[in-house]
């Protein structure tokens, strides 16, 4: 969780290269952004099926993708041959025989006779079109044992989460690391030094504590889940009781990383007030806000992006426990469920999902990068 | 050497690091001692031994020493049996079999009545059982008889689920309404000495009364408390140190020695080699780490050393190895690498000798700021219940406090808030030293 400040100064300078020839105009601004964010995604999505190929190999090691199928296609058979009257005339051992003999040849047609390498391709074409195949034991809340389903039905509930709290800690961790940086050296600037050590501990182990006094001693505030039972009926009063449910994991959230986030980017702004062109500003006599907004925030602005996406990343899978410490029904508690059920297709289609939200933060951050980057759109 | 040794000199010059060295020198410490005094096989036995072991603890009780801070002491265990003090035990024989009469007197001087009061006996005989009568004498002298009964070769007695004895004490539950103070209208405990007088007979030839020990589970026990399986927590607590440890800093110097290496050897080759680095760092950044360990958890191994190899290999292409490299690209210009390849140095001198020594200070702070990621790494798959089948740890406490204990719900918060705290305290120490010598080896952020 900790995020090196060195690792700050050594963003790439990617941009640069996908610049093309000068020019200006806003139709300009509008090619180059889109070119920057088309070469992006491009690379991202070649990165990210070679992260989602590579999960499916860890989780074939023991053959466990193929048992997903294998388990799909009896079903599927059986239930086939539930519905046929000539089957059901049969005596077991006819029965039974038929049976098998069904499943061999639809296993032949699934192509698991194939040598693996061919297999563990087709299984990434279907991760690619997020067909995931059925779950062994769980079900979405219409009772579909899509996995795919499953996991959009908890999809909502953790954007949500992870939305409202990377939100406040953003803003709240630029405006504090920003006034910290104008009079550093002072009590607050110490405090937060002397505090940012904590935030080597992950969200759910603050969870604990904040449920153990908020919920537990206190009582001012529930112990996890999202909506009281039963939800309150006006709409108002629904999100108002989805707020209050929220405040705890969301706390939890931000002081797990607000911390480090405030110093990192305090010590930053403070490496650039002290550039040149700064000093030449107050010696023109440009005002506080002008010299904060105009030359300190504004080139500082692509990095600090950079090393956020590199925080929310670390987030998105820090949820999982976090999500199960506040019974959040998100995709986490239910990454946790299937782990406890032992339900292997739920379990390698979250695995990839992740992947692909990694790979979703990093292309919307990469996105406002383009447009906050003076580089990308002015070209040179 | 020398730089290293300017470089701690000015590092206890922080508060910070100077309470952070202190405590990761008290960790070690306490691993050291723990590793020594109670080994592996003793741990595991002692935690997963049985009931033969904890048999004797009480359920869920807090540490002992919270009767310091509590206004009504709780009560700690009583053990009762013929080697402990205050006991008269005599045998005499009869026409067949033989006559045991045992007496215990104890002091009972806390302010609440003992969780439970457990009698075990045991006994030889061919076909005719023993036959058993227990009496309890009050300080003030009432004689309250609680069993009457024939016992088998192993016979447990509770007092607790004796709900005939719950009827004669006018409702109170058996092991409060013994030690309930008769002159008083409310519930309180009367202090001083009590007797438990067994009268034993047996009626075979040969046949005796082998055991007859009393157990008076307390409500608070030892440095640690028990959890709900009346496990002493201490072995967990102990014996979490040493694996947290070990786990972090094999993990974090592993994870920045193979970063190095690898972002060295981008560097110094250059061409596709670099290439090649940068594009395994773009992907395995879009890996996600916690799931993948998550599922081989699940799936194949949750054995600490193979989850930590594993992590290992995960994070050795993740943000760190940019930074790497971006002082590897100023290390390589440097004239006395440009001098070593003149001689004719091989890229394996240059890359081991020369380049990666020279960045050594560079990489501390970042080895030690990564101890406390590593440690709530492990801490955060034992609470998924993906910890070490075997060995104890912090994060297993956590889980089962959690889980299986519903210990915020029922109270039980020194379950949680011990391991919690040893791991808190293990982080943070970490953190104020690695942000401390942050700031010592890196110039641009001294003045900071």
Same mark, same amino acid.
């Given at each position: 969780?900790?995020?090196?400040? @060195?690792?700050? $100064?050594?963003?790439?300078?990617?941009?640069?290269?996908?610049?093309?020839?000068?020019?200006?105009? =806003?139709?300009?601004?509008?090619? =180059?952004?889109?070119?920057?964010?088309?070469?992006?995604?491009?690379?991202?999505?070649?990165?990210?099926?070679?992260?989602?190929? /590579?999960?499916? *190999?860890? %989780?074939?090691?023991?053959?466990?993708?193929?048992?997903?199928?294998?388990?799909?296609?009896?079903?599927?058979?059986?239930?086939?041959?539930? %519905?046929?009257?000539?089957?059901?005339?049969?005596?077991? %051992? $006819?029965?039974?025989?038929?049976?098998?003999?069904?499943?061999?040849?639809? $296993?032949?047609?699934?192509?698991?006779?194939?040598?693996?390498?061919?297999?563990?391709?087709?299984? /990434?074409?279907?991760?690619?079109?997020?067909?995931?195949?059925?779950?062994?034991?769980?079900?979405?809340? @219409?009772?579909?044992?899509?996995?795919?389903?499953?996991?959009?039905?908890?999809?909502?509930?953790?954007? /949500?989460?992870?939305?409202?709290?990377?939100?406040?800690?953003?803003?709240?961790?630029?405006?504090?690391?920003?006034?910290?940086?104008?009079?550093?050296?002072?009590?607050?600037?110490?405090?937060?030094?002397?505090?940012?050590?904590?935030?080597?501990?992950?969200?759910?182990?603050?969870?604990?504590?904040?449920?153990?006094?908020?919920?537990?001693?206190?009582?001012?505030?529930?112990?996890?889940?999202?909506?009281?039972?039963?939800?309150? =009926?006006?709409? /108002?009063?629904?999100?108002?009781?989805?707020?209050?449910?929220?405040?705890?994991?969301?706390?939890?959230?931000?002081?797990?990383?607000?911390?480090?986030?405030?110093?990192?980017?305090?010590?930053?702004?403070?490496?650039?007030?002290? $550039?040149?062109?700064?000093?030449?500003?107050?010696?023109?006599?440009?005002?506080?806000?002008?010299?904060?907004? =105009?030359?300190?925030?504004?080139?500082?602005?692509?990095?600090?992006?950079?090393?956020?996406?590199?925080?929310?990343?670390?987030?998105?899978?820090?949820?999982? *426990? @976090?999500?199960?410490?506040?019974?959040?029904?998100? *995709?986490?508690?239910?990454?946790?469920? %299937?782990?406890?059920?032992?339900?292997?297709?739920?379990?390698?289609?979250?695995?990839?999902?992740?992947?692909?939200?990694?790979?979703?933060?990093?292309?919307?951050?990469?996105?406002?990068?383009?447009?906050?980057?003076?580089?990308?759109?002015?070209?040179? | 050497?020398?730089?290293?040794?300017?470089?701690?000199?000015?590092? &206890?010059?922080?508060?910070?690091?100077?309470?952070?060295?202190?405590?990761?020198?008290?960790?070690?410490?306490?691993?050291?001692?723990?590793?020594?005094?109670?080994?592996?096989?003793?741990?595991?036995?002692?935690?997963?031994?049985?009931?033969?072991?904890?048999?004797?603890?009480?359920?869920?009780?807090?540490?002992?020493?919270?009767?310091?801070?509590?206004?009504?002491?709780?009560?700690?265990?009583?053990?009762?049996?013929?080697?402990?003090?205050?006991?008269?035990?005599?045998?005499?024989?009869?026409?067949?079999?033989?006559?045991?009469?045992?007496?215990?007197?104890?002091?009972?001087?806390?302010?609440?009545?003992?969780?439970?009061?457990?009698?075990?006996?045991?006994?030889?005989?061919?076909?005719?059982?023993?036959?058993?009568?227990?009496?309890?004498?009050?300080?003030?002298?009432?004689?309250?008889?609680?069993?009457?009964?024939?016992?088998?070769?192993?016979?447990?007695?509770?007092?607790?689920?004796?709900?005939?004895?719950?009827?004669?004490?006018?409702?109170?539950?058996?092991?409060?309404? #013994?030690?309930?103070?008769?002159?008083?209208?409310?519930?309180?405990?009367?202090?001083?000495?009590?007797?438990?007088?067994?009268?034993?007979?047996?009626?075979?030839?040969?046949?005796?009364? +082998?055991?007859?020990?009393?157990?008076?589970?307390?409500?608070?026990?030892?440095? !640690?408390?028990?959890?709900?399986?009346?496990?002493?927590?201490?072995?967990?607590?102990?014996?979490?140190?040493?694996?947290?440890?070990?786990?972090?800093?094999?993990?974090?110097?592993?994870?920045?020695?193979?970063?190095?290496?690898?972002?060295?050897?981008?560097?110094?080759?250059?061409?596709?080699?670099?290439? #090649?680095?940068?594009?395994?760092?773009?992907?395995?950044?879009?890996?996600?780490?916690?799931?993948?360990?998550?599922?081989?958890?699940?799936?194949?191994?949750?054995?600490?050393?193979?989850?930590?190899?594993?992590?290992?290999?995960?994070? &050795?292409?993740?943000?760190?190895?940019?930074?790497?490299?971006?002082?590897?690209?100023?290390?390589?210009?440097?004239?006395?690498?440009?001098?070593?390849? +003149?001689?004719?140095?091989?890229?394996?001198?240059?890359?081991?000798?020369?380049?990666?020594?020279?960045?050594?200070?560079?990489?501390?702070?970042?080895?030690? #700021?990564?101890?406390?990621?590593?440690? !709530?790494?492990?801490?955060?798959?034992?609470?998924?219940?993906?910890?070490?089948?075997?060995?104890?740890?912090?994060?297993?406490?956590?889980?089962?406090?959690?889980? +299986?204990?519903?210990?915020?719900?029922?109270? !039980?918060?020194?379950? &949680?808030?011990?391991?919690?705290?040893?791991?808190?305290?293990?982080?943070?120490?970490?953190?104020?030293?690695?942000?401390?010598?942050?700031?010592?080896?890196?110039?641009?952020?001294?003045?900071?």
């Amino acid at each position: 969780m900790s995020v090196d400040v @060195t690792s700050l $100064e050594a963003q790439p300078g990617a941009p640069q290269e996908q610049v093309t020839k000068k020019g200006s105009g =806003r139709a300009s601004t509008l090619v =180059r952004v889109t070119k920057y964010t088309a070469v992006k995604t491009i690379t991202l999505f070649i990165s990210v099926v070679i992260a989602v190929y /590579l999960t499916i *190999l860890i %989780a074939n090691m023991g053959g466990y993708v193929d048992q997903i199928v294998r388990g799909q296609i009896r079903e599927f058979i059986g239930q086939q041959l539930r %519905a046929n009257q000539e089957y059901q005339l049969m005596d077991p %051992a $006819e029965k039974n025989a038929f049976f098998l003999s069904q499943v061999e040849r639809a $296993e032949k047609r699934y192509g698991l006779d194939r040598p693996f390498a061919v297999r563990s391709l087709a299984f /990434l074409w279907n991760a690619i079109r997020m067909d995931f195949g059925t779950a062994q034991l769980m079900s979405s809340d @219409t009772g579909s044992r899509q996995v795919s389903l499953i996991i959009l039905d908890r999809l909502g509930p953790t954007l /949500l989460l992870l939305g409202a709290s990377n939100l406040i800690l953003f803003f709240v961790s630029i405006g504090l690391a920003l006034a910290l940086s104008r009079s550093y050296g002072n009590i607050w600037d110490k405090l937060i030094i002397a505090f940012s050590p904590t935030s080597s501990a992950p969200s759910w182990f603050y969870g604990l504590f904040l449920i153990l006094l908020f919920a537990a001693v206190l009582k001012w505030l529930p112990f996890g889940g999202m909506i009281d039972s039963p939800p309150p =009926r006006d709409q /108002l009063g629904y999100a108002l009781n989805v707020a209050k449910h929220l405040i705890l994991p969301t706390a939890a959230i931000i002081t797990s990383s607000i911390f480090i986030s405030i110093y990192n980017w305090r010590t930053f702004f403070l490496i650039y007030s002290s $550039e040149d062109y700064v000093e030449m500003a107050k010696a023109k006599g440009l005002g506080d806000r002008d010299i904060q907004n =105009r030359y300190i925030l504004r080139p500082t602005l692509p990095t600090i992006i950079t090393s956020f996406a590199l925080l929310v990343i670390s987030l998105w899978t820090g949820l999982i *426990l @976090t999500e199960g410490v506040f019974q959040w029904p998100g *995709l986490g508690r239910t990454y946790i469920t %299937a782990i406890g059920l032992y339900d292997t297709p739920v379990i390698v289609a979250i695995t990839i999902i992740y992947a692909y939200l990694l790979a979703l933060t990093v292309f919307l951050l990469d996105f406002v990068y383009a447009l906050v980057d003076p580089r990308v759109k002015i070209g040179d | 050497m020398e730089g290293l040794r300017n470089g701690f000199k000015q590092l &206890i010059k922080y508060p910070s690091a100077l309470i952070g060295l202190i405590l990761i020198a008290l960790l070690v410490l306490t691993s050291i001692l723990t590793v020594i005094f109670i080994p592996r096989n003793e741990a595991i036995r002692l935690w997963r031994g049985g009931e033969a072991i904890w048999g004797h603890n009480p359920k869920t009780a807090p540490p002992a020493w919270t009767n310091i801070f509590r206004s009504k002491k709780l009560p700690e265990t009583i053990l009762l049996n013929p080697s402990s003090p205050n006991v008269e035990s005599q045998v005499s024989e009869r026409a067949t079999g033989e006559a045991l009469l045992v007496t215990y007197a104890f002091d009972y001087t806390a302010d609440e009545a003992p969780q439970d009061i457990v009698f075990n006996f045991s006994a030889s005989f061919k076909s005719r059982n023993p036959f058993v009568s227990i009496f309890w004498i009050t300080p003030d002298g009432r004689e309250i008889r609680l069993i009457e009964q024939g016992i088998n070769y192993n016979t447990t007695y509770r007092v607790v689920q004796d709900t005939k004895l719950q009827r004669r004490l006018g409702g109170l539950s058996p092991e409060i309404g #013994l030690f309930d103070n008769p002159e008083t209208e409310a519930v309180d405990v009367l202090k001083g000495t009590y007797q438990i007088v067994i009268d034993g007979i047996s009626f075979e030839e040969g046949s005796q009364i +082998t055991r007859s020990d009393v157990v008076l589970h307390g409500k608070v026990h030892g440095l !640690f408390g028990t959890d709900n399986q009346r496990r002493d927590l201490t072995i967990a607590i102990l014996w979490g140190t040493p694996i947290a440890l070990a786990f972090g800093l094999v993990a974090s110097f592993g994870t920045s020695i193979f970063s190095m290496i690898f972002a060295a050897i981008g560097v110094w080759f250059g061409g596709w080699v670099d290439e #090649l680095i940068q594009r395994i760092t773009e992907i395995s950044i879009n890996m996600p780490l916690l799931s993948i360990l998550i599922m081989i958890g699940t799936f194949y191994s949750r054995s600490i050393w193979v989850i930590l190899v594993v992590t290992v290999a995960l994070n &050795i292409f993740s943000g760190a190895i940019k930074s790497y490299r971006a002082i590897f690209l100023q290390v390589k210009e440097a004239p006395y690498i440009e001098a070593a390849k +003149t001689y004719g140095a091989s890229s394996g001198r240059i890359i081991f000798s020369y380049m990666i020594p020279r960045v050594t200070p560079l990489l501390i702070p970042g080895l030690v #700021l990564g101890v406390p990621t590593f440690v !709530f790494l492990e801490a955060t798959l034992a609470a998924l219940n993906l910890g070490d089948p075997v060995l104890p740890t912090w994060g297993k406490v956590i889980y089962d406090a959690w889980q +299986t204990g519903g210990a915020v719900y029922n109270g !039980f918060y020194y379950w &949680i808030l011990e391991p919690a705290a040893l791991l808190i305290v293990t982080g943070l120490a970490f953190a104020m030293v690695g942000f401390a010598m942050d700031r010592v080896f890196n110039p641009r952020l001294r003045d900071i």
